[in-house]
């Protein structure tokens, strides 16, 4: 064969191929697409999936279904996913807290970019440090003088050992050189009570469950600790602002299984970002005081990568089981 028929079949194959591609793409979906989740159901979480599947169900002409499995912090909805064909029908959420943990207990065949495939950047919860409305200090450095002055312990209540807010505290602590204890209970609610109580001096719950009581006068938050103030409390200032450089909060995103088609990740992408603009989704993210970023999947990976080696050091620096 001559080296010009070689290159017309060369340029030929990769025609084949790319168009191939672009069928794919263009037939998609062509049945039910199932969402799985590693949350139960109910709660903000799963109802951030359910406003966009109805959104999704819209756009595509299919039915878009959220699928919950809790469990094995969330093992055992990435093993489903990690087991459906990767056409796109099968899709999955991942939330930040479960990257570190997941390829430490099983092997590098769960870590966050071998396991699956990152799709979009779905909802940031920003993390409030709050106090009772009755304490005598109203920022960070006011918080530390009064531990100093008073002598009580610069505590604060988490949502459990080994969660974001434990490893946010943690990241306080390395910055600042502060004895910053952690108080772990089973959620936020049980911590917020023990913080209006003044059981505990201080509590870092995800803004969303905090905002009422900061509203109703019961709680007053001393720093978000976000890259830049939460539209839904635009007074408390960050923990950055007060010079504490740490930037922590718990975050999801949508995912599909290994290895799936560009063209069909683009595509899905396209149309998430799309579904978030709608007015149902904003609706339901300033309600539950949640954050959307519109960030390119190499942002995302960027996102996952950092995120997932911060939470790694953490776990090891402090003997953290994990399972």
Not at 8 to 33: E, H, W
Not at 47 to 58: K, M, N, Y
Not at 286 to 301: H, P, V
């Amino acid at each position: 064969m001559s080296k010009l028929n070689l290159r017309r079949y060369g340029i030929l194959a990769f025609a084949s191929v790319f168009c191939m591609t672009n069928v794919q793409a263009d037939q998609f979906p062509s049945k039910s697409i199932r969402i799985i989740t590693p949350g139960p159901p109910g709660g903000i979480t799963d109802g951030t999936l359910r406003v966009l599947a109805a959104e999704l169900t819209r756009a595509w002409g299919q039915t878009v279904i959220v699928d919950n499995k809790p469990g094995g912090t969330g093992l055992i909805a990435l093993q489903a996913l990690m087991a459906a064909p990767n056409d796109g029908h099968v899709l999955g959420m991942q939330v930040s807290g479960f990257m570190s943990v997941l390829p430490l207990a099983h092997g590098s065949r769960y870590a966050p970019l071998e396991a699956a495939t990152p799709i979009s950047f779905l909802s940031e919860y920003p993390l409030v440090l709050a106090t009772a409305s009755s304490s005598p200090f109203n920022t960070w450095k006011e918080f530390v003088d009064w531990s100093k002055r008073t002598g009580a312990k610069p505590s604060y209540g988490t949502s459990g050992v080994g969660g974001t807010t434990h490893m946010a505290g943690v990241q306080i602590k390395r910055s600042t050189g502060v004895d910053l204890q952690d108080i772990p209970y089973k959620g936020d609610s049980p911590m917020i009570t023990d913080v209006i109580g003044k059981q505990i001096p201080l509590g870092m719950p995800v803004i969303g469950s905090a905002l009422p009581m900061i509203r109703g006068g019961q709680l007053k938050g001393i720093a978000v600790v976000s890259t830049t103030r939460v539209p839904f409390a635009p007074d408390i200032a960050t923990l950055k602002e007060q010079g504490v450089d740490v930037v922590f909060a718990p975050w999801n995103y949508l995912q599909g299984p290994a290895q799936m088609d560009p063209s069909v990740v683009s595509r899905i992408a396209r149309d998430v970002a799309t579904a978030m603009n709608s007015k149902a989704v904003k609706d339901f993210y300033q309600s539950n005081a949640l954050i959307w970023k519109d960030m390119s999947r190499e942002q995302l990976m960027s996102l996952i990568r950092t995120d997932t080696e911060t939470g790694q050091s953490i776990i090891r620096e402090l003997n953290i089981p994990v399972k």
